[in-house]
């Protein structure tokens, strides 16, 4: 079946630092990836939706210059959390859409703090 | 704007039946899912709606009501580790996600 590899699972960053997440599709094009944050004890929050090759789409509240994101091949989309602050903490998680497939397929979660 | 609600939290006995209802309100609607998570972990997807009725497979059903907005799962001969997080979420043009309800499954 699909599947998406998101790295890494965890990662403890100083304030102030970047922190890249990356979510590849193993065995199918992600021609859409979606990326979202999760809070603990709250549901997934759609942060932006990215397509190969053009710049991604970021939802209402979702600062574009703090988070970057880059989709530039159909296997590999790129989250960058720019100058990491302690209320940036959080679950994220991709879900990668590829053509053809009605469902979505997940990668795995990166647990960010930032101390 | 999009709404989609869940009650936020459930209690079970072990063996029993529990229903998880889903409402929603979005602009545009291609289908639903349900999926659950366990703390920490990924959703793991559960069932697909795109058509009313009811969706069943194994001991978890799903249905949906278009016209009224609404879905739910049922989950039957509820175990313990039925106990997570369980989401419903609507297929626009993205995948939006409810607000979530945790089960709690007691023996």
């Known amino acids: 079946g699909a599947v998406v590899s998101q790295h890494p699972s965890w990662v403890i960053c100083k304030s102030g630092t970047s922190v890249k997440i990356e979510c590849r599709s193993l065995?199918?094009?992600?021609?859409?990836m979606f990326w979202y944050r999760q809070f603990p004890k709250q549901s997934l929050m759609l942060m932006a939706t990215?397509?190969?090759?053009?710049?991604?789409?970021?939802e209402q509240g979702v600062e574009k210059d703090k988070f970057l994101i880059n989709h530039a091949s159909l296997t590999l989309s790129t989250l960058t959390v720019t100058s990491a602050h302690p209320e940036d903490s959080s679950f994220y998680i991709c879900?990668?859409?590829?053509?053809?497939?009605?469902?979505?397929?997940f990668g795995s979660g990166t647990r960010l703090t930032v101390v | 704007g999009q709404n989609i609600d869940q009650p936020t939290e459930m209690t079970a006995t072990e063996g029993a039946i529990v229903q998880i209802n889903c409402t929603y309100q979005?602009?545009?609607?291609?289908?639903l899912f349900w999926y659950q998570q366990h703390a920490g972990e990924a959703p793991t997807f559960l069932s697909y709606?795109?058509?009313?009725g009811l969706e069943e497979k194994g001991r978890f059903s799903s249905f949906l009501s278009r016209s009224k907005g609404y879905s739910y799962l049922l989950l039957k001969e509820l175990q313990m580790k039925d106990s997570a997080s369980y989401l419903c979420a609507v297929r626009t043009d993205k995948l939006i996600f409810g607000t979530g309800t945790r089960l709690q499954v007691f023996p």
């Open positions: 879900s990668a859409k590829g053509d053809g497939h009605y469902g979505y397929t």
């Open positions: 990215s397509n190969e090759g053009s710049k991604a789409t970021y």
């Open positions: 709606n795109v058509l009313d």
């Open positions: 979005t602009s545009g609607f291609n289908g």
């Open positions: 065995d199918f094009q992600a021609t859409t």
